[in-house]
Nanobody, 117 residues
Framework: VQLQASGGGLVQAGGSLRLSCAAS????????MGWYRQAPGKQRELVAI???????KYADSVKDRFTISRDSAKNTVYLQMNSLTPEDTAVYYC????????????WGQGTQVTVSS
């Protein structure tokens, strides 16, 4: 397994979760890492990406609530999610790749995040 996501679960609205994605060194090094999500009946959408030089980009819907970060020593990317709402309910996927392709080359398995009202 090259991208292993974890940290999903059930949380009440207003709560927080932190997702983690452990990557193999060949996937993590020098690449842009990302988080996407897919809600039932909807297309997969970008949540956030972070470049190797720690430049970040967020979807408007999560700005000021979510924070993406990376730890090069651990080959791990994180997504800190605060002030969660039921609209954040989705399967969250970790990804890796180029900044120009929004980290869309490599994909991990998803982790379910459910926010109850």
């Amino acid at each position: 397994v090259q991208l292993q996501a974890s940290g999903g679960g059930l949380v009440q609205a207003g709560g927080s979760l932190r997702l983690s994605c452990a990557a193999s060194g060949s996937i993590f090094g020098g690449k842009t890492m990302g988080w996407y999500r897919q809600a039932p009946g909807k297309q997969r959408e970008l949540v956030a990406i972070i470049s190797a030089s720690v430049v970040t980009k967020y979807a408007d819907s999560v700005k000021d609530r979510f924070t993406i970060s990376r730890d090069s020593a651990k080959n791990t990317v994180y997504l800190q999610m605060n002030s969660l709402t039921p609209e954040d309910t989705a399967v969250y996927y970790c990804s890796a790749g180029l900044w120009t392709t929004r980290a869309g080359e490599y994909w991990g398995q998803g982790t379910q995040v459910t926010v109850s009202s």
